[in-house]
């Protein structure tokens, strides 16, 4: 039985900033781990990450930092008071106008600091191969000459000959020691996050992220009864549900939504149905109650909406 891990913590206080990119590009950014992970371990918040290694462009295998968030889920965390959202390129634009000299050469000291050591660190792996390859070797060697069949004339010719091959091969303990203080060049490091350059942003931004009513309404739902989610473009729908976290669990359900009086195509509901049926998920599509948008209680208090939800399987598969 493993012993119980401890919740991850946000790299910041709370409320969280959400980065967007700028006040006319309505996309959201996060860009610290340990951020992402409290976000996913406490309020079940995915995003997707979406960044590559700068050698290796083009890949798009194992994508790394930042991570987008759908905006349903940045309006979500603006909502619980868990985030904030910050123009991200306003933001740094009067960072780097405030900065001093004395604040960049501390920052290039910081990377330089960092660069080296993973430099040390790479050459100490290097070192670390080279040895255990040399004492293999030796290993292999001794065996070699231990062989109970020869005789001392051949275990003799055989040594000499080794000998030969193999004496401009510095011994282990040589390496190690010619190599002990090498001349470390720092390598290049790009941070994946500017608070630890700039001040962290402060909470001036009251605007929420824009959304469409029905889609965040069936987000907030689904969210709220415990799923995750994540963009369902894959499966040609808006949101692949999960009962749990989808490193564990498999999608249940290809979720839709729709205004309450929407009128839609039945081919587009069968269509649906057998896709759904066809990748071993169900066809969910939900609306909030037109009834209940807008009311108030007796005092005075807006009613949330009720959401229903209807799932659909095509029978004939």
Partial sequence: MTAPTTPPAPATSLPIPILQLSENVERYMLYDIDTISYLRHTHNILGVLIGTLPQIPQQNVFLGLPLELMPEEARLLVEKGVGYLVDDLEWHEKSIRRMRKEDTDAIRADMEKDGLEVAKGIQK???????????NRQVRQGAARIDPGSSPASEDAEKSTSDS???????PQEITQSKANPDFKSWAITPTTSFRNFQPPSLTCPTLPKVHPASYALFRHLHENGYFMTPGLRFGCQFSVYPGDPLRFHSHFLAVSADWDEEFDLLDLVGGGRLGTGVKKGWLIGGEEKDKMGEEDEAGAGVEAKVRTFCIEWGGM
């Fill in 165 to 171: 091959l193999f004496e401009t091969t510095p011994a």
């Fill in 125 to 135: 792996a290097k070192q670390t191969r080279t040895q255990t390859a040399l004492e």
